[in-house]
T-cell receptor, first 115, second 115 residues
Framework: GENVEQHPSTLSVQEGDSAVIKCTYS??????FPWYKQELGKRPQLIID?????GEKKDQRIAVTLNKTAKHFSLHITETQPEDSAVYFC??????????????FGGGTRVLVKP | DGGITQSPKYLFRKEGQNVTLSCEQN?????MYWYRQDPGQGLRLIYY???????QKGDIAEGYSVSREKKESFPLTVTSAQKNPTAFYLC??????????????FGQGTRLTVV
């Protein structure tokens, strides 16, 4: 089955600096890669996603890149702000013919933005 | 807030007892998922269901059981066979099982403590 590795597990940055989180996946058939943000005590929420036929996607201060050949994708947050402090999860979706979508998550990255 | 409800928020049980966690959604979503969240281990898939009366084992299904008798409901039973049941459990749903790129919406979670 699919295996998703996420690094680093914790990331501390100064406000205004950039943060980068990297994920690798094992199954080349995975075709959709969402990123979720989980603030303390809250449920995970989708912040950005990318399909396998796209190399890069941007939404204001966040961007995601995908390298299908190397089977890795990354989240980039620019001009970080204290409200960016949270746990971020990457995920890979594998569509299995008989069973449907199987969404596998990475281990999470705890990001702390220091003012 | 989200349309997917988990209850209760906190649950305490004695060792050896089965316990059922509730998950209900009014989003008309086809697919539903159960994840377990442990510190530093991300979200691990327990079971998932793409349509009523069908469900698939995830990566850590041992000691758990589910049912999907109604589209809106996907209860999870933690049985006495689960060796380490104390954890935070998250239920999620997504709109279509035939498309890979559909956002997963999460419930607020149930924190289960077995004493």
């Amino acid at each position: 089955g699919e295996n998703v590795e996420q690094h680093p597990s914790t990331l501390s940055v100064q406000e205004g600096d950039s943060a980068v989180i990297k994920c690798t996946y094992s199954d080349s058939a995975s075709n959709y890669f969402p990123w979720y943000k989980q603030e303390l005590g809250k449920r995970p929420q989708l912040i950005i996603d990318i399909r396998s036929n796209v190399g890069e996607k941007k939404d204001q201060r966040i961007a995601v890149t995908l390298n299908k050949t190397a089977k890795h994708f990354s989240l980039h947050i620019t001009e970080t702000q204290p409200e960016d402090s949270a746990v971020y999860f990457c995920a890979a979706n594998l569509m299995i013919k008989a069973a449907g979508n199987k969404l596998t998550f990475g281990g999470g990255t705890r990001v702390l933005v220091k003012p | 807030d989200g349309g997917i409800t988990q209850s209760p928020k906190y649950l305490f049980r004695k060792e050896g007892q089965n316990v059922t966690l509730s998950c209900e959604q009014n989003l008309n979503h086809d697919a539903m998922y159960w994840y377990r969240q442990d510190p530093g281990q991300g979200l691990r898939l327990i079971y998932y269901s793409q349509i009523v009366n069908d469900f698939q084992k995830g990566d850590i299904a041992e000691g758990y059981s589910v049912s999907r008798e109604k589209k809106e409901s996907f209860p999870l039973t933690v049985t006495s066979a689960q060796k380490n049941p104390t954890a935070f459990y998250l239920c999620a749903s997504s709109r279509r099982h035939t498309a890979a790129d559909t956002e997963a919406f999460f419930g607020q979670g149930t924190r289960l403590t077995v004493v």
